[in-house]
């Protein structure tokens, strides 16, 4: 979903294995119990050499998670824009609510309905996820705890909706 050349590649895995580095690239091993693999899919030329994946909707939410980890919110929320026409609204509906992070519900909740993507019934799923948890989450967990709340999606909003717009729109 990134636009740009990656220098750090992010893999979460069940074992725990050192960083390593190869032609200028960084793979960064993220350890996470077995259970926590779900919404993957099977990539590679031939079938021997295959290996799994997040699926886009999987994804989606791994980025709200974890920004950090992703290139932060901006590129969360263009990687969402870019690939919109793809995403299986449902199945994206159905991982929220298996999706242990209502953090990232929100997020992604504020982000379709600012954007304008999605669909009404989507957009009420969502919400309806979102009020699951009680208190604010940050937008963008990496920024400052200060900002405007909206209660619609149990958010502190700490960025300006006009730059996360512009930042897709230009």
């Known amino acids: 979903m990134t636009s740009h050349p990656l220098t750090d590649v992010y893999i979460t895995i069940v074992a725990r294995i050192s960083d390593k580095k190869l032609k200028g690239i960084r793979y960064r091993f993220i350890y996470s119990k077995k259970e926590h693999f779900w919404g ?9 050499n295959q290996f799994q ?3 886009l909707e999987r994804t989606i939410l791994d980025g709200l998670d974890r920004p950090d980890l992703c290139g932060g919110m901006m590129d969360v929320t263009r990687g969402i824009w870019v690939k919109q026409k793809e995403i299986q609204w449902i199945k994206l509906a159905q991982y929220g609510e298996k999706f242990k992070n209502k953090a990232a519900v929100k997020r992604l909740g504020f982000i ?4 304008e993507i999605g669909n009404q019934k989507f957009i009420e799923q969502i919400q309806a996820l979102a009020k699951e948890t009680k208190g604010y ?6 920024g400052n705890r200060t900002g405007s709340y909206i209660n619609r999606w149990g958010l502190l909003l700490n960025t300006n909706s006009k730059e996360l717009k512009e930042g897709i729109w230009g």
Do not use: C, N, R, Y
């Open 40 to 48: 993957m899919t099977a990539h590679g030329i031939k079938k021997q």
């Open 53 to 55: 994946v997040s699926d």
């Open 112 to 115: 379709i309905e600012t954007l």
């Open 137 to 142: 989450a940050l937008f963008d967990p990496d």
